[in-house]
């Protein structure tokens, strides 16, 4: 059933069961002793969305519209509903994501259960920040209407809980208005992590979206290169690009990684020769989403699949722990064409295991090679333990549980949250 | 070209009849929509609601579609809701247990009023209001099963089929008043009526692809729609077998 593989296709995990909600109103499936788990567009890299020999509730049929308000930008719709449903609906009547991730294929609840974060993060928080409510169906039937102010408790342990704190069947948000769908990006080029550093103080205090792409494969004197890009929402214009989306598929899975220290340098060197300072005007689709245009793209990985590494280093040691794993990286020839880099601004999250954190966050694929990529990742977690860090559950498919106690340091009190009916992989991995 | 029309929907709370109202929503059509289980009549509604243009019609009432009696007072609220009616779709059904019908003569009854009795009653006074304005289209949503009685699935299938039959009749009656009569056919939906079937493979259709289908074959005036349409071929086969033949195999 590789339909119930995640997103990096590591693990392939096949439940007992599969129900599919359509009901809001309906009362949670037993599952018969079963542990069970909400599965929406299986975005997530790692295990947090799979459960083995357990039961997946596929939300998919919960996509429902509950009420939008244009005046205030209020949002309020059934968990199953993707990004990119919101999208389609809002972004023609002036309003966008308040807080988007890399794609719009995910689900409202699984946003809500990664407590998921942004270019803005630093100007804008976490998904959480704009959740002005949710309500959680509980395996003993309550319903638990949650805001920041009700039910506070069950409200900070779902956000970000993985799941694991019950059924999410709806939820309010706020959006943020816009003039239109374009954004007015500027990219630069920066030659080694001491002008990121500057450019990026500067460009956070100008510019709500930031993100930096790096280089990974550059070594010597061109380690730590990148292109840096910043955006905000482009005002009223005149004339506006046309844009129309092409899509593109990943028809097959290859028998190997396409992706390979070879191909990655040539990639790598060409991207960023040429890459140019400049200023235009893109829509969001592009600039946001730009792997959504091809669907299936994790598929390049190869039937291996790839894991992906995603850590934070708060403000005290960043800069010294990002240039070792940079280095680490770098001499290991593995690697991808995705290495992001990005800093958390100040504002604290609102989930007990809420990933973003004030730092830096660096964020990087890589295929699947079995012992020599395991060996990497340990290299790696010492950096980041040593530094004060954390992993992204929601990307994670191996880090150690004791890392996972160490940098979540709530998860004591996380723990009388969770559902006893719901479990999933990570948690088990976690726990044992 | 269905368009800005008003339609009364019959069953909307069905997953099929769901993805068409958001079809026609979404083409500008008026909705009003009769559906049995109140809370999830509100939710299909308002999320209707949020997908309507600022001057489109959204409305509803929850009903007990097997109440005959009760029916021309739907017919009217909806009218007095809508203005007039243009498309009137029958979309209501459940799918009895075989083997519990074979045991229980009351559920093959209940089956059979629901499935046949009740869409024939709606199609009746449907027919009777569009006739007298000689205009509309009346769309029901029959079944594969109704083509041919199948020892696992025979009470639904002459239900079903028991419509099919129907429909002919009155397709056949109101071609001469300008009104359009549809007959739809699914074969295997992935909808909650099917939760109980193992659903993969290339025969399961989803009801968004269903709807799909279903609007296009109201534009076209089309008077049988098999959706996907491959189901036209595979029931052509099926029908062609034999009864001596048919009534030998485990189907």
């Known amino acids: 059933m590789s339909e119930w593989a995640s997103w990096g296709r590591v693990h392939q995990a096949a439940p007992a069961r599969v129900i599919s909600l359509v009901d809001r109103a309906a009362a949670l499936p037993d599952g018969a002793g079963r542990s069970l788990l909400a599965y929406g567009r299986g975005r997530s890299y790692g295990d947090v969305c799979l459960n083995r020999d357990g039961v997946i509730l596929h939300t998919r049929g919960l996509d429902r519209w509950i009420r939008f308000d244009r005046q205030s930008g209020v949002l309020s719709c059934e968990a199953g509903v993707t990004l990119r449903e919101i999208l389609q609906l809002v972004v023609p009547q002036g309003w966008f994501l308040s807080v988007t991730p890399g794609t719009r294929e995910v689900t409202v609840g699984g946003a809500i259960a990664n407590d998921v974060h942004g270019k803005n993060h630093h100007a804008a928080g976490t998904f959480a920040h704009h959740l002005r409510g949710f309500e959680l169906l509980r395996s003993d039937g309550a319903r638990l209407d949650c805001t920041p102010a009700r039910h506070p408790d069950w409200f900070a342990a779902t956000v970000g809980g993985l799941g694991l704190t019950g059924l999410v069947t709806r939820a309010e948000l706020q959006l943020a208005p816009v003039a239109n769908a374009y954004l007015d990006v500027q990219t630069l080029r920066f030659h080694d992590l001491d002008e990121f550093w500057e450019l990026n103080a500067e460009a956070e205090r100008l510019w709500p979206y930031t993100v930096a792409w790096l280089d990974c494969a550059a070594r010597g004197a061109s380690q730590g290169r990148g292109v840096f890009s910043c955006a905000r929402h482009a005002p009223s214009q005149p004339d506006l690009p046309l844009f129309r989306e092409r899509r593109r598929t990943m028809p097959f899975t290859p028998p190997f990684s396409l992706v390979n220290p070879l191909s990655l340098r040539a990639f790598n060197g060409l991207y960023w020769h040429k890459a140019r300072t400049r200023r235009a005007l893109s829509h969001y689709v592009p600039y946001f989403y730009p792997l959504d245009a091809i669907a299936h793209w994790n598929r390049l990985y190869g039937r291996a699949g790839f894991y992906q590494y995603q850590c934070v280093v708060p403000p005290s040691t960043m800069r010294e722990a990002i240039a070792e794993l940079l280095a680490r990286i770098a001499a290991s020839g593995q690697g991808s064409f995705l290495a992001v880099l990005k800093t958390f601004g100040s504002k604290p999250s609102l989930g007990l295991l809420s990933f973003a954190r004030t730092g830096a966050t660096l964020a990087l694929d890589f295929p699947n090679r079995g012992a020599v990529t395991q060996h990497l990742f340990q290299d790696l977690d010492v950096i980041v333990r040593s530094a004060g860090g954390a992993l992204y559950p929601a990307k994670d498919a191996r880090m150690p549980p004791d890392l996972f106690r160490q940098a979540y340091p709530r998860l004591q009190d996380f723990t009388s949250f969770v559902d006893p009916a719901f479990g999933s992989d990570f948690w088990r991995r976690m726990c044992a | 070209m269905i368009t800005g029309q008003r339609v009364l929907i019959f069953g909307v709370n069905s997953a099929i009849a769901q993805a068409v109202a958001r079809l026609l929503v979404q083409r500008g059509c008026h909705v009003y929509g009769v559906g049995r289980n109140a809370e999830k009549l509100r939710a299909v509604l308002e999320d209707l609601r949020v997908r309507a243009g600022p001057d489109q019609r959204v409305g509803g009432c929850q009903a007990d579609l097997d109440d005959i009696a009760a029916q021309p007072g739907w017919f009217d609220q909806a009218e007095s809701f809508l203005g007039v009616i243009d498309v009137v779709l029958i979309a209501h059904g459940v799918l009895p247990d075989q083997l519990v019908c074979q045991g229980d003569l009351a559920t093959t009854m209940a089956a059979l009023h629901s499935n046949a009795l009740s869409a024939v009653a ?130």
């Open chain 2, 122 to 251: 709606l199609a009746e006074e449907a027919a009777h209001r569009l006739q007298a304005r000689g205009a509309g289209t009346i769309v029901a949503i029959g079944s594969v099963a109704g083509d041919r009685g199948r020892q696992s699935n025979y009470v639904y299938g002459a239900a079903k089929g028991m419509l099919a039959l129907y429909l002919q009749g009155l397709r056949n009656r109101l071609a001469h008043h300008g009104v359009h009569v549809l007959t739809v056919k699914p074969g295997f939906v992935d909808t909650p009526m099917t939760a109980g079937f193992e659903r993969k493979g290339w025969l399961w259709a989803r009801p968004e692809q269903v709807a799909r289908g279903i609007v296009r074959a109201m534009d076209k005036r089309r008077d049988v729609a098999y959706l996907p349409a491959f189901w036209f071929w595979i029931m052509l086969v099926i029908r062609s077998i034999p009864e001596r033949l048919f009534k030998r195999l485990r189907m």
